[in-house]
C-alpha cells in the first residue's frame, strides 16, 4: 500500500488507547508502519534491482520483528533524553509493543494487494498476497481520513468554544472497523469474481489457473486473467452481476518456444522479472540488429496505454547476446505498439 495508507493506519491504531501507555507511542507506530519500505534503498541502483530486494527480508515476518526492536530501542533512547511530558512516562514494554504494531501492520497492509509479500523470508522465497486492495485504493483512504480527521476538526471547534474536547479513541475505532469491514466487502466480491471467471470456458477451453485483481475505488469492478492450454485471456469482471459474461479485454496467445526467449529469461532482469510474475507472458520482435523481447506480468495490465505496467525488455543481437536490459513499473508506449 501507499505510505500515506500506512502512516493513517498506524495513527489509528495510536489513538485507540496505545497513545495513552507511553510517551512516542504514536510516532514508534508511525515509523514502524513505514520502516519496512527502507528496501527502498534499492531503487538507487536500478528498477530491476528494486524489484527483486523489494518486499523483501524487511517484509518478512523475521525482518519487522527485528525492526520492531531496533526501532523500540531507538525511541527509548531517544525518550530517555527528552523532558517527560506530564503524567505521562515512558514505558519500554509498551513501545516494543507500539513498533510491532506499526511494522506489523505494514505486513498485513502490503498483503492485500496484488504485489503480494514474501512472509517466510530468508526461508522461503515464495509470494502470498490475498488480491482484494488496489496498492492505492481511494474509498480506503477516505475511510481513514474521516475517522480521523472528523474528531480532530471537532477537537480543534471545541478548543475554540472551550467545551470538553472530544476523544480521538471513537473515530479510530471507526477507521480500523471502516478498514475490516472494506477488506470483508472485498473478499467476497473477489470469491465472486474468481468463481465467474472459472465457470466460463475461453475458446471451448476449460482455464488451467485463474486470478482476479482488483480496480481502485470499486469494490465490485475486478481485472480477471485466465490461462489455458494457448492462451491468456484478461477481461473485466462485475462481480455484482455474475450472469452477464465478462467483457474481454485483450487475448495473449502464448508464444512459440525460441531461443530468442529463452536466452532472455535467463538475462539478470529475466530471471529477476520470471521470479517475480505471477501470469508472465513474452513476446519477441525481430529486427535487422537482432530481437527485442518482452516480458510482461498480466495481472498488472489494465488494456490501456497508461497502464503498461510491469514490463522488462531485453535486447540481444543475432548471436542471443544480451545487448540491453531494463525493467520498467511504468513503461513509456513505443510507436507501433497498441
Known sequence: MDNLTHTLTA??????????????????????ANAPDIDLVARLKDSATYLKYHRGITHSLLGIMVLAIILSGVMYWIGKRVRPKPN?????????????????????????????????????ASWYAWDIMF??????????????????????????????KPRLMRGAIFALCAMTLLWGVRDVAHRRALSILDS?????????????????????????????????FVLRVNALDP???????????????????EAAMQTRTGRIFMDFARFPWGKVDERDEGFLVSLRDLRFYRGSAQSRNFLAQIELDKKLRTCSESFRFTAPVRPGED
Open 11 to 32: 495513527i489509528a491504531i495510536s489513538h485507540t488507547g496505545l497513545n495513552r501507555k507511553t510517551r512516542f507511542a504514536t510516532l514508534t507506530v508511525i515509523l514502524g
Open 243 to 261: 450472469d452477464n459474461p465478462p467483457e474481454t479485454v485483450r487475448t495473449f496467445n502464448k508464444p512459440e518456444p525460441s531461443p530468442a526467449l
Open 88 to 124: 505521562l512516562s515512558l514505558n519500554g514494554r509498551w513501545l516494543v509493543l507500539a513498533a510491532f504494531l506499526g511494522t506489523a501492520s505494514h505486513l498485513l497492509l502490503d498483503f492485500t494487494n496484488s504485489y503480494g509479500v514474501r512472509p517466510f523470508l530468508p526461508f522461503s
Open 200 to 232: 466460463r470456458t475461453y475458446i471451448d477451453q476449460n482455464p488451467q489457473r485463474f486470478g482476479a485483481f482488483p480496480s481502485p475505488g470499486n469494490p465490485f469492478a475486478w481485472t480477471g486473467v485466465a490461462e489455458t492450454e494457448t492462451s491468456f
Open 135 to 164: 496498492i492505492f485504493d481511494p474509498l480506503l483512504l477516505v475511510l481513514l481520513a474521516l475517522g480521523m480527521g472528523v474528531p480532530w476538526v471537532l477537537r480543534l471547534v471545541s478548543e475554540e468554544v472551550g467545551a470538553r
